[in-house]
């Protein structure tokens, strides 16, 4: 008879004999092997010997709590995801253009880039917007702007995410304003305004105000859409910069979901309750190069949000506890030397983001790393993830990565370490006191450096930067923006200074300017008054500006 | 002792290069002051003659380069401190650096350029 032996056992007995051999006369590439975020990766994993309790405890069913498997019960072969690429530039008759060609490839939902500029409430002619106007996103001063938009798009069919912040209140009003133009009411609209202001402080940087405003700001659009725009996710709380940033998988979840729960912390606070809004509460994250790292990120995310909902927030209902998130690959990642690499890139990412189980997607250009991207590189993105759907197979099954010894082991520890950092900034006091004291910027930037030292000293490889490279032409055919754009932008923007009923726009302003100071008024109404005629986008973040205060920098290096 | 003044004009902020360079080259020896982000040229010249650097990195990710970064220069000329050496880096097409050196910005590094060529810049501007 046989000796019986533990796995544990077998292992020690293949590591002194199969292995040794081995190793005695072809070491490793490397002494140790890390992930993309610079985490030790083992040899081999095996069984962890879960028992059925435990499985059920933290891995369970799709569509169930903790919902580590996914949110829906059939995931992508019920429905794909939406694929949804941001886009934007110059003016908003361009960006229009742009629009319906996205939707007549076959993409699903709207997303929008705006100017730098409008994301910071500056107008178009503000001494502050030269040579930023259209540049990375289309330019939105008024109403009139937002119409052009999307003229010929109708709002009730089509889904729209808008990256905006600081002024997310001001763009969200015009969008309603311009549904109701078309004869669509307000709680048929869909779509997502980015909202998440502490990341703007952590990682992003287009804030205005102080973080009590931004939050107050934040909880007043969460009350008014939760009554008036009930299919409207009212923030996506993002972890995507925060990892552009330079942060390490592990990082982004944690400062994510520390955000999340200040975000949730703060509603509570004013009085609104936990499942009137956490159900449109929704996540944005990253894609980058390392896959299984990426895919163990995003399951473990959602075991740790559904927790945070049911144990802290003693959350009731299930869409409370289910993180629902957008995925966009990443920027960072793309590189500028032999730009079609960067196709491979995303294409790895895109299927990182389908196998952890996405909502949503973008995926990026090859082009980015150079310039916004051409219509040609916008549709090789397109395809990629429609060839990810359509063509590769892990559709066709729910969270199919699940149960490999390598996955299940990645995903548990990057959940253990991030409940670690998330229960340092509990005792902190939460996010906000963490970005006033840098903590966050602070982890976040000694990642970046060391990686950054990495890729100097060749430790890191990144083809085509720091190995195998080549001379190579400058590219050509890249997307220019026309810098007389802004000069077309300050005459539109005059005209409708013109033709507006300007004492009807200094009235709602000072209903504006008064409802600000006083704490308990819901400004969203105000706001809504205001855009409707045609005040601008400047001057209502303007009048924000005199009462709030803005934002400064704490510059931590 | 050589300074360096890091800094961010316009409106994006996308600092992780920026604050890269400023550390990498803190960690090179030099003394390196960083403004933050949202900077306007003004704000910069002011800090860069406060500060009595030697020379301004400029780091730009959206697009606004040929704007804001001869901006810089001109304003350094009209405060007579040409002497300080202007260089910058960002996502910069590579057709727009003859006019940035024709504007008076020395050295253009894009993305993945090793900082020892920006370490190179200096010390061969230096010896000038």
């Known amino acids: ?557 | 002792m050589v300074r360096i003044l890091v800094a961010k004009p316009g409106l994006d902020g996308h600092d992780r290069g920026a604050k890269y360079i400023a550390r990498a080259l803190k960690d090179a020896g030099y003394e390196v002051i960083y403004t933050g982000i949202r900077q306007t040229p003004e704000s910069i010249v002011v800090t860069a003659i406060q500060e009595d650097v030697d020379f301004v990195g400029l780091s730009l990710l959206s697009g606004a380069h040929n704007e804001l970064f001869p901006k810089v220069v001109e304003l350094l000329r009209e405060k007579d401190a040409s002497d300080i050496i202007v260089f910058g880096g960002g996502v910069i097409p590579t057709e727009d650096i003859p006019f940035l050196k024709e504007k008076g910005i020395e050295a253009v590094f894009t993305q993945g350029t090793p900082i020892k060529e920006i370490t190179d810049f200096i010390e061969k501007r230096l010896e000038k």
């Not at chain 1, 002194?16 to 590439?29: A, G, I, M, Y």
């Not at chain 1, 859409?225 to 995507?240: A, D, H």
């Open chain 1, 1 to 557: 008879m046989s000796e019986y032996k533990t796995i544990n056992e077998k292992k020690a007995d293949w590591e002194e004999s199969t292995l040794k051999k081995v190793l005695d006369r072809f070491p490793e590439q490397q002494e140790e092997f890390v992930t993309g975020s610079g985490h030790p990766v083992e040899r081999l994993y095996l069984p962890s010997g879960i028992s059925e309790e435990e499985y059920i405890e933290k891995i369970g069913f799709p569509g169930d709590y903790p919902y580590t498997r996914g949110v829906q019960p059939t995931m992508y072969r019920g429905r794909f995801w939406t694929m949804r690429q941001y886009a934007g530039f110059g003016t908003a008759e361009e960006s229009n253009q742009r629009y319906k060609y996205l939707l007549e490839q076959g993409q699903t939902g709207l997303s929008i880039a705006f100017d730098l500029p409008t994301q910071i409430g500056y107008d178009s002619d503000d001494s502050m917007s030269e040579g930023e106007v259209g540049k990375v996103g289309v330019a939105i001063d008024s109403l009139k702007d937002m119409e052009i938009l999307f003229e010929g798009i109708p709002l009730d069919k089509v889904s729209t995410s808008m990256t905006i912040n600081a002024p997310a209140a001001v763009l969200l009003a015009m969008y309603i304003a311009v549904a109701e133009k078309q004869g669509v009411t307000r709680d048929k609209l869909r779509g997502t305004i980015q909202n998440d202001i502490l990341k703007e402080y952590i990682a992003r940087g287009t804030y205005i105000f102080p973080p009590a405003p931004s939050m107050r700001l934040i909880n007043n659009i969460f009350e008014f859409c939760s009554k008036e725009v009930p299919k409207w996710n009212t923030i996506s709380i993002s972890g995507y910069h925060i990892r552009e940033a330079g942060s390490t998988a592990v990082q982004e979840i944690a400062f994510t979901i520390a955000d999340g729960i200040e975000y949730v912390r703060n509603a509570i606070g004013v009085g609104l309750d936990v499942d009137s809004f956490a159900g449109r509460l929704s996540f944005f994250f990253n894609a980058h190069n390392d896959l299984l790292e990426e895919v163990a990120k995003y399951r473990a995310a959602r075991r740790i949000w559904a927790r945070v909902m049911k144990e802290k927030f003693n959350a009731k209902k299930e869409k409370s506890m289910m993180m629902r998130f957008h995925t966009q690959t990443g920027g960072s990642t793309l590189t500028a030397q032999q730009p079609d690499n960067n196709i491979v890139r995303v294409t790895i990412q895109t299927l990182a983001a389908v196998l952890g189980g996405t909502q949503s997607l973008h995926t990026n250009s090859r082009d980015e790393a150079l310039a916004l991207p051409s219509q040609e590189s916008v549709m090789i993105a397109l395809r990629t993830q429609q060839i990810a759907a359509n063509e590769s197979g892990v559709t066709s099954t729910i969270d199919p990565l699940a149960g490999s010894y390598y996955i299940e082991a990645l995903t548990d520890r990057i959940a253990s370490e991030a409940w670690d950092y998330i229960e340092k900034i509990e005792t902190m006091g939460g996010m906000v006191k963490a970005i006033e004291k840098g903590y966050a910027q602070k982890e976040i930037q000694d990642s970046a450096y060391r990686y950054q030292r990495d890729v100097e000293d060749g430790s890191r490889i990144v083809v085509g930067v720091n190995k195998f490279t080549v001379e190579e032409e400058p590219p050509k055919g890249l997307l220019k923006v026309d810098p007389s754009l802004r000069t077309v932008q300050v005459e539109k923007l005059a005209m409708v200074k013109g033709e507006r009923d300007n004492i009807a726009v200094t009235a709602s302003l000072k209903a504006l300017k008064k409802g600000a100071e006083s704490e308990d008024e819901n400004l969203m109404p105000l706001i809504l008054d205001a855009v409707k005629k045609y005040a601008t986008l400047g001057e209502i973040s303007g009048i924000l500006r005199e009462v709030f205060g803005e934002f400064q920098e704490s510059i931590v290096l």
